[in-house]
């Protein structure tokens, strides 16, 4: 720790505080809107969760399949839902492209669960990789095109250092405090549990297809998004023109606006866009390579295979198609599919499946105290007989 700050130090640091100020600010002011026509949309991506997970001691130095969840939290006046994107290294990995796949696939539910929607503001941390970049940026354009009914998209970040997305930090939580009191074996127990984390406000979740991962990054390239500080960007406006506004600080008075059409290079301060060349002219983006049976390395599919004995039959006959020779990524998720129709009709037992196992380690652990305080009682009575 640094007991003697130069100038320069102190003044960044009070900039830190002050845009950390500022960025709360913005996010209290979002929380509180009751417009019915404006979705706010906090998204984050959860740890990686290693599959199998079971008390099993074998698996402890077992090569895991790694699955990964996109959480998104929309919130429509009074009206909350959560999103879960699920998918597996077998089928895509978890760059910008797959990111932003992910997000539009969640941000087309959010569209469809609520007719009339007009506006929608997307907050998230700074990882310039995966939030603030022009993969992104493409990815919400082409989005906001194909959505007739929606004018404008903005995305804003949070401070560095400061997270503005507790909502998706507390769903978080309470996914790994249900994943610790279940045995999760394949994606198809996974989806079981988080359709059980929440009873008053089930989890929707999203199944990642090969399909919906869209190759945003090579379409980007169509387009001029060099001009846009993304570094440095705090607010990001998009609308149905190639004009984007941005604001480097959320005390700034105005927005920037840059044209990312190809033609034009010219940045002023945000005016009227609607000479602006038209979103129409956006090139297609194709789909992301898809992943290959070599996905997943030797050794992994080894581990994998040895943990087979110990699986539930349906997880078993996921990991199964998985890592069957030949066989195509995109068959699983068509497993998957079939296997969530099974859990969704059977989410009832599930939940009281959890209960019962609550109650029994509750049972359990009252059991163990009472004979330990038992213990305690009779060693005196022992020492007396000595």
Excluded at 22 to 45: L, P
Excluded at 109 to 128: E, N, Q
Excluded at 351 to 365: A, G, H, L, P
Aim: proline share 4%; glycine share 4%; aromatic share 6%.
């Amino acid at each position: 720790m640094n007991n003697f700050p130069s100038d320069e130090q102190k003044v960044k640091h009070e900039k830190h505080l002050q845009s950390k100020n500022e960025t709360r600010q913005e996010k209290d002011h979002d929380r509180g809107r009751s417009d019915q026509h404006t979705a706010v949309i906090c998204f984050d991506m959860q740890n990686v969760v290693g599959l199998p997970r079971a008390n099993i001691s074998s698996f402890f130095y077992k090569r895991k399949l790694n699955s990964y969840n996109l959480t998104v939290h929309s919130a429509v006046g009074t009206s909350i839902t959560t999103y879960c994107g699920i998918w597996t290294e077998g089928l895509a990995g978890r760059g910008g492209n797959h990111i932003a796949s992910a997000l539009i696939a969640a941000l087309k539910k959010v569209v469809d669960d609520t007719p009339g929607l007009k506006h929608i503001i997307l907050w998230s941390d700074s990882c310039v990789p995966q939030n603030r970049n022009s993969i992104m940026s493409f990815a919400l354009l082409d989005f906001l095109w194909n959505t007739p009914s929606l004018e404008s998209i903005e995305q804003k970040f949070s401070e560095p250092g400061h997270t503005s997305i507790q909502e998706i930090d507390n769903i978080h939580s309470q996914i790994e405090k249900r994943l610790k009191l279940m045995e999760v074996y394949s994606p198809i127990s996974l989806c079981r549990v988080l359709l059980t984390v929440n009873q008053k406000r089930p989890l929707q979740v999203v199944q990642m297809k090969v399909g919906d991962f869209m190759d945003f990054h090579k379409a980007s390239a169509f387009l001029t998004f060099s001009n846009v500080p993304y570094a440095k960007l705090k607010h990001i406006i998009y609308r149905r023109s190639l004009t984007v506004e941005y604001k480097t600080s959320f005390g700034q008075n105005s927005f920037e606006a840059v044209t990312v059409a190809r033609s034009g290079r010219h940045v002023q301060h945000c005016s009227s866009s609607s000479d602006s060349p038209n979103i129409a002219n956006l090139p297609k983006p194709g789909q992301c390579p898809k992943a290959s049976s070599s996905a997943l390395s030797v050794e992994k599919k080894k581990d994998l295979q040895s943990m087979l004995q110990f699986m539930p039959q349906i997880d078993r006959a996921y990991m199964q198609t998985l890592l069957s020779p030949g066989t195509s990524c995109s068959k699983v998720p068509q497993c998957l599919t079939e296997s969530l129709e099974k859990t969704g009709e059977q989410q009832g037992n599930a939940s009281k499946q959890t209960e019962v196992m609550q109650k029994r380690m509750k049972r359990k652990k009252e059991t163990s105290e009472l004979m330990a305080s038992l213990r305690c009682q009779k060693k005196p009575l022992r020492q007396v007989r000595k």
